[in-house]
């Protein structure tokens, strides 16, 4: 079965910091871009960060450059978010997608095609 897990969310302070995984069971992510997004309550699912397998060149939304960062360990089939200085209104639910090579950033974080879905992990920036 081909899918992607995500992990490391819970509860955090503001101004706190928290790294999520994203790891791929059944397939490689060489090959793929991977990319984060995040949905708040009530809200419209946003693009975060985008990563790229040829090059590993990266893609911020602009609203999330900054205190965010992407990284992925092929040898660990797994990509990254750094996410620091953390605000109450990051509070999310927090997914990554795959999408292949070529063009792989290009179709994640420009026209969101996505060949997999990860479920989520919940991130909650509360004192």
Do not use: H
Request: glycine share 10%; hydrophobic share 30%; charged share 20%.
């Amino acid at each position: 079965q081909l899918q992607l897990v995500e992990s490391g969310g819970g509860l955090v302070q503001p101004g706190g910091s928290l790294r999520l995984s994203c790891a791929a069971s059944g397939f490689t992510l060489d090959g793929y871009a991977i990319g984060w997004f995040r949905q708040a309550p009530g809200k419209e699912r946003e693009k975060i960060s985008c990563i790229s397998s040829s090059d590993d060149s990266t893609y911020y939304a602009d609203s999330m450059k900054g205190r965010f960062t992407i990284s992925r360990d092929n040898a660990k089939n797994t990509v990254y978010l750094q996410m620091n200085s953390l605000k109450p209104e990051d509070t999310a639910v927090y997914s990554c997608a795959a999408a292949s090579e070529p063009r792989g950033v290009f179709k994640l974080c420009i026209i969101r095609e996505v060949d997999y879905w990860g479920q989520g992990t919940q991130v909650t920036v509360s004192s």
